[in-house]
C-alpha cells in the first residue's frame, strides 16, 4: 500500500518575491522645489523693506534674498530649491519657514517634503473639540488639565488654576508641567516627595519619548531641559521607563495647605497622544480643603515658608 505525502498545491507554491520599495526621493525633492519656489513667488519685497528695481524679470524675491534674510549660504539654499540632495537640519528649514512667511500646515508640509521628521507644536486648545473643556469645568472643585505627550499643558478648569498658579501664569510656549517641576525653586516647589515624583515624571516621559526618538521638537526639549537642570539630565541619564497608571501625590499649598490626592489620567481619544489628569482626594481633611477651590480667588498675600509669594492666577 502505497501512501500519499504530497502536499496541498496551496502550501508548496512558492513565496511570491517582495517588490523593492520605491525610492521616494527624487519625486519628494522635485515637490520641495516647486513648493519653495511657489512660496518665494508670492512674497512682495516692498513689504519686506527690500528695494523693488526694475529689473525684476519674475515675482516675489529673488534666491539670494530669501537665503540673505533666513541667515543661509546662497549656494545651500539654491540647491535646496532646485531639488539636489542635500541634508537640511529643523533649525535651517525653520528659519526658511520664517522667512517665506509659511503658516504652521505649510511648515510642517516642509518638513515631510524635506524627509526632517519633526512635531509641530500644540498650540492652546485649538485641537481640542470644545466639550473637553466643558468637561474639565464639570469636574470643578477636582483638579484637572489635559496634556500632551511632552506635557505640555493644553487646558484646565478653575480648580487647577487655584492649584498651580505658577504653571498656568506661565507664557504658552513654556507652560509644561515637566518643564515647570524642575526648573521653579526647590524652596517652594508643590511636591512633598519631591525626588520621587519628579523621577517617576521622567520615566514616565522617557517611555512616551520612545515612540519619539530622533523627532526635533522632543530631542530639542531634552536637550534644552537637560541644559536647565542638572537634576533632570541626572534622572534621563538613568534610563528609567514607566508608565501612567493611577498613582498618589502630596501637594504643599500655601494658601489651604498640604493635600493628599490620588491622581488619574485618562486618554482623549480624539487628540493623539493627549490625556486628561485628575486629581482626587485621598483622604478626608483634602476633601474639605478641595472644598476651598470652589471659590472665586484664594487668599491674597499668600507665601511660601521661604517668603517667596503665591502668586494668584490670571
Avoid at 524642575?182 to 516621559?205: G, I, Q, W, Y
Wanted: hydrophobic letters at 40%; charged letters at 25%.
Amino acid at each position: 500500500m502505497s501512501i500519499d505525502v504530497s502536499l496541498p498545491q496551496a502550501t508548496m507554491s512558492r513565496t511570491p518575491s517582495r517588490t523593492p520599495a520605491k525610492d521616494t526621493g527624487p519625486v519628494r525633492r522635485s515637490e520641495l522645489a516647486s513648493f519653495l519656489r511657489s512660496r518665494r513667488e508670492r512674497l512682495d519685497p516692498e513689504v519686506l523693506g527690500l528695494p523693488t528695481g526694475t529689473r525684476r524679470r519674475t515675482p516675489g524675491l529673488r534666491r539670494e534674498e530669501v537665503a540673505q534674510l533666513a541667515g543661509v549660504g546662497v549656494t545651500w539654499y539654491t540647491w535646496l530649491e532646485q531639488g539636489r540632495q542635500i541634508n537640511a537640519s529643523v533649525q535651517v528649514l525653520d528659519a526658511v519657514a520664517r522667512t517665506l512667511r509659511l503658516d504652521s500646515a505649510e511648515t510642517e508640509h516642509l518638513y515631510q517634503l524635506a524627509d526632517v521628521p519633526a512635531v509641530p507644536a500644540v498650540s492652546g486648545c485649538r485641537r481640542l473639540d470644545p466639550e473637553v473643556q466643558e468637561i474639565l469645568d464639570g469636574l470643578d472643585p477636582l483638579p484637572a488639565s489635559v496634556i500632551n505627550g511632552r506635557n505640555d499643558i493644553l487646558a484646565w478648569n478653575h480648580a487647577y488654576a487655584l492649584l498651580f498658579p505658577f504653571l498656568v501664569n506661565l507664557p504658552e510656549d513654556k507652560r509644561n508641567s515637566l518643564w515647570s517641576c524642575f526648573t521653579s525653586p526647590k524652596c517652594c516647589h508643590p511636591f512633598v516627595n519631591r525626588h520621587e515624583d519628579l523621577a517617576r515624571m521622567v520615566a514616565n516621559f522617557r517611555a512616551r519619548y520612545g515612540r519619539h526618538v530622533g523627532e526635533p521638537a522632543w530631542e530639542e526639549f531634552v536637550k534644552r531641559l537637560s541644559a536647565a537642570s542638572p537634576e533632570f539630565a541626572e534622572l534621563w541619564a538613568e534610563h528609567g521607563v514607566a508608565d501612567g497608571g493611577v498613582r498618589v501625590k502630596v501637594f504643599r499649598h500655601p494658601a489651604i495647605g498640604e493635600l493628599n490626592v490620588v491622581v488619574t489620567t485618562f486618554d482623549v481619544a480624539a487628540t493623539p497622544e493627549t490625556r486628561m489628569t485628575v486629581y482626587t482626594p485621598n483622604d478626608e481633611g483634602t476633601r474639605e480643603r478641595f472644598e476651598l477651590l470652589r471659590s472665586d480667588s484664594l487668599p491674597t498675600g499668600m507665601t511660601y515658608p521661604c517668603g517667596h509669594s503665591f502668586d494668584a492666577p490670571a
